[in-house]
């Protein structure tokens, strides 16, 4: 599907991202990544550099901001956090995940009467 | 938003400053590094072995880094080439669509440039001037005689430059026709008479040499001329030593000063050839003693910070001080300002604008017809659009993808418009009336070139946003359920009907205007000028004045010079008229009848004022209706006659015999003798076609000469040979005297109403566009809801419906959309014919026979638009219309 990425999530680890920034806080990409490895088998990251693929078009679609800080085991870390509109995003995705798991199952019962 | 901005940012910082940006992220891949590596110590590695583990776990920094480059890139320009080129493949996909729909467009965005251009470049472009805005003209106007607008004495001229403060320069400027002798053949240029401080006014420099300076404009200075680069370059081979040297000007020698570059125009007569002070113009320079004499034009530089209110007071109070001090030459005499860009467009303005407005319709039903086409197709297209809402694409994102797709169609539109503008502009070059004020060159420039691009993208959005929204509206449970047959909701069908309806009522408002300038335009052209311009062909001899400078030589001059002519066999109905009817601008002269109290400031007596050789009323086929015409016995030393029109017979002699009468005016020279009224003639409409015949008196040429002998000559011959013959008598007279301004008196009638042409022509080019694509609206809308209904037409006819029925049935959904359209179309029409209605001439601007004419001809062609499709549901086969769902 042509021009889909951009309103839209890529799939279920933005989901977990924003997911996991909204619940815990800043963090940093490294424990983003182990984070990411923890939730489940399905995230496995080939190795935790490819995290950062995924976090910058959230940042550019401005759901999260990243800054340099200080991480609390006292490191200067670039710590990201979710902003306003990825919370509202988050909630949103939620409800259209719903929306097209319904849709999705009517196109597959039509499919299956047809 | 702020989410946007922010994301903008970062996405510009990428692109500003790439290497830091690099430098970041290796930084934050070190941080994580070290975090990995750290997590593996504690856990029991050697630090060398943590550090290896770790550098796997991460992956390769190089990879990684170039990962975040290629991503850090600009999403929102990558979506949008994205959405680019998808659009090109889908209108590549339908060439029938896309032709139709670019080349409509194109049409539309083509016609509004090349009229754009125009009235850019005499509307809107600020004069060629420095500072323009500060120019002003300064007339006098006398509201007690009904003079709103002429020029000023010289030496009230004079004293407004010694006593106002409101502008930092003024100039007087006329222009008239010398002859240029000496060291080319015998010309007439066309020669500006100017005070000395017009070119620091207008602060232009000079190509070579200098400008006028104030000596140059005292009395007794050496006479100076300045010419133009073309004169220089054409007549005198651009000589590189032409200043300096000595041309004539009426046999008077001039010495060259300063060429004035191509590019220059001067004011309210564009393109001149010489300039010369007015103390030496041999016509001006006489009139310059004379306070009473309001001739000549100024033209002022307002000081910066000095208001048009602040100067107009003070004007005010000059021309109160000049009225107390000199109250024969100027009591009633009032100054006005009026900006000079506004003096020179004058009543072009309206005319250009109502056309900018037609065109301006034109691209709005082009508009509707595109929105039109991508509704249909957008029914079609329907499915794909669900699918696509199912599988996550949200509402903004499809509008946006399908806007892309109208932005590329109303670009690609547009780019062929602005080649069609350059086409078209060069071809209205050609059309447009000389009349026009051309102080900016009209062409295509890079401000035109931006209204075309501005308006192509406006027009994307025009015609795409409504569809778009109704696209992205639609219900996907719908057209998924809906399986083969796509479905059509009842908005958009009504969106179709209802941007038909806007169409046929924009078409009915562009035609209801064009008929009334066509209708009008008819008359004016078929309307009597009072007298018989068939064979009629006039020649302009103008007489140095400086040999001849004496009404007795003037009078002499023409005497011979007709008699020579009329020897001629071919040439013997030959007059002398100044001025002529139409091809010269008319005089108009207060007068006073003899025995009636005089002309007072509210009875102002004016009549347009001739001065003609015997024959001229015969040449001419003007009847007489009472009296007697002119004859060889009224000479000047002869008892001074006049000879009037019917119009001023019946106005200021109402119920009397004007015959025996006698009349006084002020002009020519020995204005004060009695004239005696021996004949009435018939009128003539001597200013312009479309003005109603005014007031009249001839006067014999013998009695009133003028320097000059404007020939008016009745003659089979081919006007080469008329010229060649009257060239012949006048050079054996004279061998530098020119023959000027030879035409047919036909062609110069054609070419007064060459600006109600070029409005009527373009204005119905305009209707007969919107006439063809509202057609093509109408057809598509009815013929798409035939194919929608071939399914029901098929049952119709199954269960027994007539031909006729079906025929009736579609014929009535094209007339319903049709009456609806004219009638929202009616008062619109109305309204916009108003708009025009100074610009009309005998008819009304609720012309019903035009209303009735617009109406019927647009329920014709919609009816025919609607009878192709319906023609095409006849004969739908019921069985295959069945089996077709």
Redesign the interface.
């Known amino acids: 599907?042509?021009?889909?990425?951009?309103?839209?999530l890529q799939g279920p680890l933005d989901l977990m991202v924003l997911k996991t920034l909204g619940a815990m806080g800043p963090f940093?990409?490294?424990r983003i990544?182990r984070r990411m490895e923890q939730i489940s088998e399905e995230f496995l990251l080939?190795?935790?550099?490819?995290i950062?693929?995924s976090l910058?078009?959230l940042?550019?679609?401005?759901?999260i901001?990243g800054a340099w800080g200080t991480s609390n085991n006292n490191?200067?870390?670039?710590l990201y956090s979710i902003?306003?509109?990825?919370r509202k995003q988050l909630s949103a995705e939620v409800r259209?995940g719903e929306r097209?798991s319904t849709?999705?199952g009517?196109?597959q019962r039509?499919a299956e009467r047809? | 938003m702020?989410?946007?901005v922010?994301?903008l940012v970062?996405?510009t910082r990428v692109w500003l400053s790439p290497r830091q940006v690099d430098q970041?992220?290796a930084?934050?891949?070190e941080?994580?590094l070290?975090?990995?590596t750290e997590e593996s110590v504690r856990r029991g590695m050697s630090p060398e072995e943590a550090k290896r583990a770790a550098r796997?776990?991460?992956?390769?920094?190089t990879q990684?880094k170039e990962?975040?480059r290629e991503?850090?890139g600009l999403?929102?320009i990558e979506?949008f080439l994205?959405?680019t080129?998808?659009a090109f493949r889908m209108l590549r996909k339908n060439p029938g669509f896309t032709a139709v729909a670019v080349l409509t467009l194109a049409l539309g965005i083509g016609a509004n440039t090349a009229i754009f251009s125009v009235v850019y470049a005499v509307l809107l472009k600020p004069l060629p001037y420095t500072n323009p805005e500060q120019l002003f003209t300064a007339f006098q106007a006398n509201a007690q005689q009904g003079t709103a607008e002429t020029g000023c004495s010289y030496l009230n001229f004079e004293e407004w430059r010694a006593q106002n403060h409101a502008f930092s320069e003024l100039a007087g400027i006329v222009a008239h026709q010398l002859t240029l002798t000496g060291r080319v053949e015998p010309t007439v240029v066309n020669t500006s008479v100017v005070t000395p401080e017009f070119f620091a006014l207008v602060d232009v420099k000079p190509l070579a040499g200098r400008i006028f300076f104030p000596q140059d404009g005292k009395q007794g200075a050496p006479p100076v001329a300045l010419v133009s680069e073309d004169l220089w370059r054409g007549r005198f081979g651009a000589d590189p030593n032409i200043i300096g040297t000595s041309i004539n000007l009426d046999q008077r020698p001039f010495t060259v000063i300063g060429i004035m570059p191509g590019a220059f125009r001067t004011p309210f007569f564009t393109k001149q050839e010489v300039w010369i002070p007015l103390v030496q113009d041999p016509v001006f320079s006489t009139f310059m003693p004379n306070r009473g004499l309001h001739l000549l034009p100024v033209i002022g530089r307002l000081k910066p910070g000095v208001s048009v209110a602040q100067a107009q007071a003070e004007m005010d109070a000059i021309s109160g001080r000049l009225a107390a001090e000199f109250p024969a030459e100027n009591n009633g005499w009032t100054v006005r300002l009026v900006p000079l860009q506004k003096e020179i467009v004058g009543d072009v303005r309206t005319a250009l604008l109502v056309l900018l407005g037609a065109v301006g319709l034109v691209l709005l039903i082009a508009c509707a017809n595109i929105a039109n086409l991508l509704l249909t197709r957008a029914t079609s297209r329907s499915k794909e659009i669900a699918v696509?809402t199912?599988?996550?694409?949200?509402r903004?994102?499809i509008i946006r993808?399908l806007l892309s797709e109208t932005a590329v169609l109303g670009l690609l539109g547009g780019a062929v418009g602005i080649a069609l503008a350059y086409w078209g502009v060069k071809a209205l070059s050609s059309l447009l009336p000389s009349s026009l004020p051309q102080m900016n060159p009209i062409r295509v420039d890079y401000f035109v070139l931006g209204f075309a691009l501005l308006l192509s993208a406006i027009a994307g959005l025009a015609f795409g946003l409504v569809p778009a929204m109704f696209a992205a509206n639609a219900d996907?449970?719908n057209a998924?359920?809906e399986?083969a047959r796509s479905g059509e909701s009842r908005n958009r069908r009504r969106a179709r009907s209802f941007l038909a309806v806007v169409e046929i009522s924009l078409a009915m408002v562009l035609l209801m205007t064009a008929g009334l300038l066509l209708r009008s335009f008819a008359r004016l052209t078929s309307v009597s000028p009072g007298f018989d311009a068939q064979h009629i062909v006039k020649a302009d001899i103008s007489l140095p004045q400086f040999q001849y400078s004496t009404p007795q030589q003037w009078a002499a001059f023409s005497e011979e010079l007709l008699a020579r002519i009329q020897s001629d066999p071919g040439l013997q109905d030959s007059a002398v008229v100044v001025p002529r009817p139409i091809a010269d601008r008319n005089v108009n002269l207060p007068f006073d009848i003899v025995g009636n109290p005089p002309s007072s400031a509210s009875a102002s007596r004016t009549a347009s004022f001739v001065s003609v050789s015997p024959d001229y009323f015969r040449v001419m086929g003007i009847p007489l209706l009472a009296g007697r015409f002119f004859n060889q016995h009224d000479i000047s030393s002869a008892p001074r006659v006049s000879i009037i029109s019917e119009a001023m017979a019946r106005l200021y002699f109402p119920n009397q015999n004007p015959l025996g009468k006698q009349l006084t005016f002020g002009f020519p020279p020995n204005g004060e003798a009695m004239r005696e009224i021996v004949g009435i003639v018939g009128n003539v409409r001597d200013v312009a076609l479309g003005q109603n015949p005014g007031a009249m008196m001839y006067v014999p040429f013998a009695q009133a000469p003028f320097w000059g002998a404007n020939l008016v000559v009745k003659s089979t011959l081919s006007t080469s040979s008329v010229a060649a013959a009257i060239r012949q008598e006048v050079q054996k007279m004279d061998k530098d005297i020119p023959v000027t301004d030879v035409a047919k008196m036909p062609d110069l009638i054609d070419a007064s109403v060459a600006q109600p042409r070029f409005r009527t022509f373009l204005l119905g080019l305009f209707a007969g566009m919107a006439l063809v694509l509202a057609a093509t609206g109408i057809f598509g809308v009815i013929s798409y809801s035939v194919s929608r209904r071939t399914n029901e037409i098929g049952i119709r006819v199954a269960l027994g419906a007539s031909r006729n029925t079906i025929l009736s049935m579609i014929l009535g959904e094209t007339l319903a959309l049709t009456f609806a359209g004219l009638a929202v179309g009616l008062p619109c029409a109305l309204a916009a014919s108003h708009l025009v209605g100074h610009m009309l001439f005998d008819v009304s601007a609720n012309d019903p026979a035009t209303l009735a004419a617009v109406a019927f001809s647009l329920a014709v062609v919609a009816a025919l638009a609607g009878y192709i499709p319906a023609r095409r549901a006849v004969r739908v086969d019921p069985m295959a219309a069945l089996r077709y769902e």
């Open positions: 599907m042509p021009g889909g990425k951009s309103e839209t940093d990409g490294c990544a080939v190795n935790q550099g490819t950062y693929a910058v078009p940042i550019a679609r401005g759901w901001s490191r200067k870390a670039k902003t306003k509109t990825g259209n097209v849709v999705m009517r196109v039509i047809g | 702020f989410a946007w922010r994301s970062s996405q970041d992220f930084q934050e891949l941080v994580h070290d975090l990995l796997i776990r991460l992956g390769g920094p990684l990962t975040n991503l850090q999403p929102a979506t994205q959405d080129r998808y696509r199912a599988l996550g694409a949200g903004a994102r993808q996907i449970q998924l359920r399986g």
